[in-house]
């Protein structure tokens, strides 16, 4: 599920806010140590480093810093989200709660609530999908590690990109946004994704 809410408030201020809920085959407690495991979230998002607890500061690489803000294992898992070294307006802040639940047959019920202030320029640019593809491929990668397959390269991962761009764009839509403007915001999206091959140019 692709769902955009609008905005809502983190400390820095007025955030956009994007959710995604996934169902994945696997026992909460097997999920629960995907997401928060330090050797388990390099495979699947990035390499984490910090003092990964309550109050504890961590810093993902190449993606963001922050602090663990709420963590009820197994269900619940709250944290702030930095970008750039100071977080300033340009970098923007947010914050990201994952919420687990126990499925009827064994699985487990995955949400997650992604809350950013971002620069004012930015979602008009690329919408919701800027944000949501990177979860969407990011979560795609959480799926194939509990699955046991993990790796997902090439043009898969491409047209993979393109289709979540366009739900991304389809949200948006749902939620009251204008159709040129979502139009433009999918076709910048996937750009940003999925470059031009250049020979094909």
Not at 79 to 98: N, R
Not at 139 to 162: I, N, P, T, V, Y
């Amino acid at each position: 599920m692709h769902r955009v809410m609008g905005t809502g408030t983190v400390p820095a201020g007025e955030a956009y806010t994007v959710e995604l809920r996934r169902r994945y085959d696997a026992e909460i407690e097997d999920v629960w140590d995907a997401i928060t495991s330090a050797d388990r979230l390099g495979r699947w998002l990035r390499p984490v480093t910090g003092d990964l607890r309550l109050g504890g500061k961590y810093d993902l690489e190449g993606m963001g810093h922050g602090e663990i803000l709420r963590c009820e294992p197994p269900r619940l898992l709250k944290v702030s989200w930095l970008f750039g070294p100071d977080a300033d307006a340009w970098d923007g802040t947010s914050e990201v709660e994952v919420r687990l639940a126990p499925g009827p047959t064994g699985d487990t019920e995955f949400e997650l609530i992604h809350a950013a202030v971002v620069d004012p320029h930015y979602f008009p640019t690329f919408g919701p999908g800027a944000g949501g593809v990177g979860w969407d491929q990011g979560l795609l990668a959480l799926a194939r590690l509990l699955a046991g397959k993990e790796g997902e390269e090439g043009d898969q991962l491409h047209e993979f990109s393109r289709r979540s761009a366009a739900a991304w764009g389809r949200a948006h839509l749902a939620a009251g946004g204008d159709p040129e403007h979502v139009a433009a915001a999918v076709a910048a999206t996937t750009s940003f994704y999925v470059p031009e091959d250049p020979v094909s140019r």
